[in-house]
């Protein structure tokens, strides 16, 4: 059945039912990616505009390709080449947008809170495609789901998330999917990258990354996020990896079978060396496919579903 919201705005805002429905609707879809016609009929006639002030390869593909493999339309708006450069202001994007009707606008934005107000201007589906340092559900629902795929659980599991935790909304969208689904989370980084009260959201922090790995079954490693830094929080990059990154040598304090994920972009040698993003415990390129299909399904939840059979 169809979610009892318009929007997804964050994780924080959904129940743990929630989070279930929508992982068991995307393991539903990810079969129609395996076929040779990559399209099923469930949206046609919707549409779908991603709107984004923000660069992005994975997350704006992946919502565009999703559309596409459900025949909705779907419109991509580069907010360099729109009005915006000429002084629109977003509720005037907003407006002028549902004017011409669409069903779902997804939106990233770099001010925290962007999704939630144009939610309130317009009637249709908002979908948050990452806002600030805020939130980006659908990235720690692809995490979420490509973790039960692979450990065929989430509840007991021991994830470390490491990184710049300070400016990094998956991290705080993962803190809240985990958590809720009865992961223990911990966060690391530098002190420097370390929110005061991270552990309000429900994990542990330190600023120790060997403690934090030590018996994880999942390893989260998360870029530094220089553009929205408004001063240097580390000395250099070398160092930086020295003490941060994740390396074959940190990663034996992890338990045998752990499992790596990154959001990506990678910043190969410095939070993540190469040897470990192309090994075995990396499942970096499977958290893009399983974008797709918890893409797919954020559509066909808000958009599609009207009974509780999956569309095939």
Do not use: W
Request: hydrophobic letters at 40%.
């Amino acid at each position: 059945m169809r979610l009892k919201r318009k929007d997804i705005l964050g994780i924080e805002d959904l129940t743990p039912d929630e989070l279930e429905r929508i992982l068991a609707t995307a393991e539903s879809f990810k079969e129609v990616s395996a076929r040779e016609i990559k399209k099923v009929p469930t949206l046609r006639g919707k549409t779908v505009i991603n709107l984004f002030y923000e660069p992005s390869t994975r997350t704006r593909t992946s919502f565009e390709i999703a559309a596409k493999r459900m025949s909705a339309d779907a419109v991509n708006i580069s907010v360099s080449t729109s009005s915006v450069v000429k002084g629109e202001t977003l509720k005037d994007t907003a407006k002028n947008l549902e004017a011409m009707r669409p069903d779902c606008i997804v939106v990233r934005h770099s001010s925290s809170g962007t999704p939630h107000m144009l939610a309130k201007y317009v009637g249709c589906s908002v979908i948050n495609a990452g806002d600030g340092a805020h939130e980006h559900p659908s990235q720690a629902l692809l995490d979420m789901l490509t973790v039960k795929e692979k450990k065929g659980r989430i509840e007991g599991l021991k994830v470390a998330i490491i990184g710049d935790i300070t400016h990094s909304r998956v991290a705080r969208s993962n803190i809240y999917g985990f958590t809720k689904l009865g992961a223990e989370v911990t966060v690391a980084g530098p002190p420097t990258m370390l929110p005061p009260g991270i552990e309000n959201l429900g994990c542990k922090a330190t600023s120790d990354v060997e403690a934090a790995l030590k018996g994880a079954d999942v390893i989260m490693m998360l870029r530094i996020q220089l553009e929205r830094q408004k001063e240097s929080l580390f000395p250099t990059l070398r160092e930086y990896s020295r003490f941060y990154g994740l390396n074959e040598s940190k990663l034996k304090g992890a338990k045998d079978d752990v499992i790596i994920l990154h959001p990506g972009p990678i910043n190969r040698g410095v939070e993540i060396s190469s040897e470990v993003a192309d090994g075995p415990y990396s499942l970096i390129l499977d958290q893009v496919t399983n974008g797709v299909a918890v893409r797919m399904a954020l559509f066909y939840l808000l958009l599609g579903a009207a009974r509780e059979d999956a569309v095939v």
